[in-house]
């Protein structure tokens, strides 16, 4: 298994472009998330889903959108780029549910580092 | 709503030191709780979780329902401890909100 796989690793963004953080994982997960990390601060969630076709705000939802047409792929889309984007962004996925024999560990990708200038 | 707060932000010890990250829950319910560890420039990955009772790279946490509380406790900490730590809860929550994060720097 690959895991939670996110693509590009890197990029530079102009003010007022747009872009799309690919994730993709093959764990068969339910609950997919996204979380922006700014430099020297925690995590914080900007979307998440649990499930195909569902999706919900997190704590930083403004400026981004999300899809989830299928159970592997949720992609983050930035909306006219701004500075105060300038993050490191984290997918992650779990299986989600209650049952606490399965773990319910939470996998993280590797992380995009995103610049906008 | 499912909440926790780790009160540090950054913790600073020498080696050989006592570490102890503070991680405080506020929900009902049968809390689960993990502890997460960034190293740096790696991703997130669990470092233990309550359920299993397990020690990893020396570390315990304990879930205190009395006190709401699963701190994570080191006896004595090592140079390649620092990194930033996160408590989590069950993902069973589905809004999954981390707390705000500890910074260790272990200094020799």
């Known amino acids: 298994n690959a895991g939670v796989t996110q693509t590009p690793k890197f990029r530079i963004l102009k003010i007022g472009q747009s872009m799309t953080l690919q994730c993709a994982q093959d764990m068969n997960h339910n609950y997919m998330y996204w979380y922006r990390q700014d430099p020297g601060m925690g995590l914080k969630l900007i979307y998440y889903s649990v499930g195909a076709g569902i999706t919900d705000k997190g704590e930083v939802p403004n400026g981004y959108n999300v899809s989830r047409s299928t159970t592997e792929d949720f992609p983050l889309r930035l909306e006219l780029a701004a500075p105060s984007q300038t993050s490191v962004y984290f997918c992650?996925?779990?299986?989600?549910?209650?049952?606490?024999?399965?773990?319910?560990?939470?996998?993280f990708g590797e992380g995009s580092w995103l610049t906008v200038v | 709503a499912q909440r926790v707060t780790q009160p540090e932000k950054l913790l600073s010890v020498f080696k050989g030191a006592p570490v102890e990250l503070k991680c405080n829950y506020s929900y009902s319910g049968s809390p689960e709780l993990f502890w997460y560890v960034q190293y740096s420039r790696q991703r997130l990955q669990l470092l233990l979780r309550?359920?299993s009772r397990e020690s990893i790279k020396g570390f315990t946490a304990d879930l205190n329902k009395g006190e709401t509380s699963f701190h994570l406790k080191k006896p004595f900490a090592q140079e390649e401890d620092s990194a930033m730590y996160y408590c989590a809860p069950n993902t069973g929550f589905q809004k999954l909100v981390f707390g705000t994060g500890t910074r260790l720097l272990v200094s020799p």
């Open positions: 992650a996925s779990s299986y989600g549910g209650t049952d606490l024999s399965s773990g319910n560990t939470i996998y």
């Open positions: 309550h359920i």
